[in-house]
């Protein structure tokens, strides 16, 4: 158990003394100290791939901000590679996948590929138990997404159409995935993370009858196999959050990771989810004032004493200045409850 369990007790209603807090994309660019170590690889896959700096890399967050949990260091691309599916990041360009869109040129999937991501839990946990550690993986319709779309993309209009027109191509490549994840997320519990995020980070992008039909049937079956696996702790990360919650209610997720389009306050009073979220990333850009406002103004409103975990609505930005994440982290902390 680590000496600050704030996320685990918060994640299971427990009393907790106040609310824990992380920041997704925490160990990224806007850290010097992160774009020092990422300089000593040629690429950011080379990174991932480095047992020993990315474990330093998951730790940066917690001795530079003193967050509450760790994020391990990776992506949640890697097991696509382990999929025969050739990835890379271009510098400035983001992520790239070459796929055929046939299935068949997908092989199974074998863990022993991203052997490399449990060791980095392992050792992550070897070399501290001040806090949690937290593994995680993409939800399968947004794996599918970069693997039709090769990469980012601005209306996902590959997707939709390969979606519609060859739906039960598109189901089979969701089951893959599905199975995909629930290997790679049960050997990142065996490794010892302590709770697991699933990101679905481009469903708002779909209509709720979509993301009813082809998204959510396949994550919820993906969390239920996690949950009947162990007790860990999910957290399921949703954007286009507003529209989906009704649905999402029902999985057994235990925790709702939600953007700015939902109130947490009233989603809490609807639903019994413990709930993460939900600051708009941009108010860092703002002034001192204006975050230390807007961040103790949704903490001020959190109806209940546990259930909530506070973080951003999506992740931080390479633009952003490293001492405004910090007045952001040490607000939320000397927040008393
Ligand atoms: O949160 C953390 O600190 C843990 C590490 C983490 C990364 N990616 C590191 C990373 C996590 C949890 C992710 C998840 C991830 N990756 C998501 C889901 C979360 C979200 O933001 O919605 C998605 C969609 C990806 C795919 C991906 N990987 C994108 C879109 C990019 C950005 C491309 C770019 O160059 O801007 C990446 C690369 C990436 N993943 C970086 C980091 C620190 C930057 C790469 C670099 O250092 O050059």
Not at 95 to 115: H, I
Not at 199 to 210: G, H, Q, R, T
Not at 231 to 243: C, E, H, K, L, N
Request: net charge negative.
């Amino acid at each position: 158990m680590p000496k600050n369990d704030l996320l685990l007790r918060s994640l299971r209603k427990e009393p907790i003394e106040r609310f824990p807090v992380w920041l997704m994309r925490q160990a990224g660019r806007y850290m010097p100290q992160y774009r020092e170590l990422r300089n000593k690889v040629n690429n950011f896959l080379e990174l991932c791939k480095n047992v020993d700096l990315a474990v330093e890399v998951s730790l940066l967050p917690l001795r530079l901000l003193s967050v509450d949990a760790i994020i391990i260091f990776s992506d949640i691309l890697v097991p696509l590679e382990a999929l025969g599916v050739k990835l890379e990041f271009v510098e400035g360009e983001g992520p790239k996948l070459y796929w055929s869109s046939e299935l068949k040129d997908l092989k199974p999937y074998d863990p022993k590929e991203n052997a490399y991501v449990f060791e980095i839990i392992r050792k992550v946990k070897e070399a501290q138990d001040e806090v949690p550690v937290i593994g995680f993986g993409g939800a399968p319709f947004t794996l599918a997404s970069y693997l039709i779309e090769g990469g980012a993309s601005r209306d996902f209009r590959k997707t939709k159409l390969f979606m519609w027109e060859k739906e039960k191509e598109f189901k089979k490549l969701m089951e893959l995935l599905t199975e995909t994840q629930i290997t790679y997320l049960k050997e990142q519990i065996n490794a010892g993370a302590d709770v697991i995020q699933v990101f679905d980070s481009w469903a708002n992008y779909l209509s709720v009858e979509d993301y009813e039909e082809y998204v959510f049937p396949f994550v919820n079956y993906l969390v239920s196999e996690l949950k009947e696996f162990s007790d860990t702790p999910v957290i399921y990360f949703f954007r286009g959050s507003s529209a989906f919650i009704d649905a999402v209610a029902d999985t057994r997720a235990d925790c709702l990771s939600v953007d700015w389009s939902v109130d947490i306050p009233e989603a809490m009073k609807l639903y019994e989810k413990a709930f993460q979220g939900n600051l708009e990333p941009t108010v860092l850009y703002a002034s001192e004032e204006v975050i230390k406002e807007k961040t103790l103004s949704l903490l001020k409103r959190i109806p209940e004493k546990t259930g909530y975990i506070f973080n951003l609505g999506h992740g931080l930005a390479p633009d952003m200045d490293m001492k405004k994440v910090k007045l952001l982290v040490n607000t939320v902390k000397s927040y008393q409850l």
